[in-house]
């Protein structure tokens, strides 16, 4: 990879995780602002460490090793910082797997959140969807048979790979579920100690970073640029933690540019995995283009707010 193709990769992942993770800072902001200065401080600090060198370093590795059990949890750490073409080309055979069930887990994600989540409206076609809500399920079982359906004729594993990625999407979902009816019970007064209102953030963080962790898979396979991209975003996360929160709510079209952005890395991831060539450059592209349409759109509404 070039220094030009890495900065674009590096810049496309930051941007990513950063507007998959608008809803997981607003509970961090709100949670937070129940607790003490000191256990505040802790969560900012070791939190941080935790989220970027934990979470986001330690779950592609285990991705990796996952679809790749030959190399053993030891060689699939060191194989994603080797440089030997071998090791290399034993990640790129297995790639398909992992490509199959991020694809599907994505596709899941962005389905859920057009047929069933309150949003605000964006686009026309929202509005129709909305109202299919009862079409959700019929949508991703039929979109989960064509994958394995035709992924079995490729690559048994594969077929497999897909069910993994839509297990973990409905384990991962209730998780969020539970985690939006928790942050509504701690904002409204909760005896839960500061102690326990940091570790309930640490696991919403984790199950979080899971859409970013998959999503970083559309733009490489190199866990490296995956840690220090992911890493930038999650940096970015905390800084609109510490700030004014309430001025990134009024941005209210940024979900919706992260939903699209996760649809068109599921697209990529799928079709990737079919052996369908998609050029380093386009997933980048795709988010920044997707979320910088709906950021302008955002302002537009801020400022017809302003004037009426």
């Excluded at 994603?80 to 297995?94: Q, R, Y």
């Excluded at 398909?96 to 596709?107: D, H, K």
């Excluded at 942050?183 to 409204?188: A, F, K, T, V, Y």
Aim: aromatic share 14%; hydrophobic share 55%; charged share 15%.
């Amino acid at each position: 990879m070039t220094w030009i193709a890495l900065i674009i990769t590096t810049l496309g992942l930051c941007l990513f995780e950063t507007v998959s993770s608008i809803d997981n800072a607003i509970i961090n902001a709100e949670v937070l602002g129940t607790m003490g200065e000191k256990a505040r401080r802790w969560f900012l600090v070791w939190g941080m460490f935790f989220a970027v060198f934990v979470v986001r370093g330690l779950l592609p590795w285990a991705i990796v090793w996952a679809t790749n059990t030959s190399l053993g949890p030891i060689g699939a750490l060191t194989a994603t910082f080797s440089n030997d073409p071998k090791i290399h080309a034993a990640i790129e055979s297995t790639a398909p797997i992992l490509l199959a069930g991020g694809g599907v887990f994505l596709l899941f994600l962005f389905f859920h959140w057009l047929f069933l989540e309150k949003k605000t409206v964006g686009l026309r076609h929202e509005h129709f969807f909305m109202r299919q809500g009862v079409w959700f399920y019929a949508v991703v079982s039929i979109l989960l048979t064509i994958i394995v359906w035709y992924g079995i004729n490729k690559n048994p594993l594969m077929a497999f790979g897909a069910v993994i990625g839509s297990t973990a999407f409905f384990i991962t979902h209730g998780f969020k579920e539970n985690a939006e009816r928790a942050e509504e019970s701690l904002r409204h007064g909760s005896n839960l100690s500061d102690v326990s209102k940091i570790l309930y953030l640490e696991v919403i963080d984790a199950t979080f970073s899971i859409d970013g962790v998959l999503g970083a898979f559309a733009f490489t396979l190199s866990v490296p640029i995956i840690l220090l991209g992911n890493g930038l975003g999650a940096l970015v996360v905390r800084q609109l933690t510490l700030g004014n929160i309430d001025r990134i709510k009024k941005y209210v079209f940024l979900k919706n540019g992260a939903m699209y952005s996760v649809f068109f890395l599921g697209t990529i991831m799928t079709l990737d995995a079919f052996g369908v060539h998609v050029p380093h450059w386009v997933s980048p592209a795709a988010t920044a283009v997707t979320v910088i349409f709906f950021l302008l759109k955002s302002r537009k509404q801020i400022a017809d707010a302003a004037k009426a």
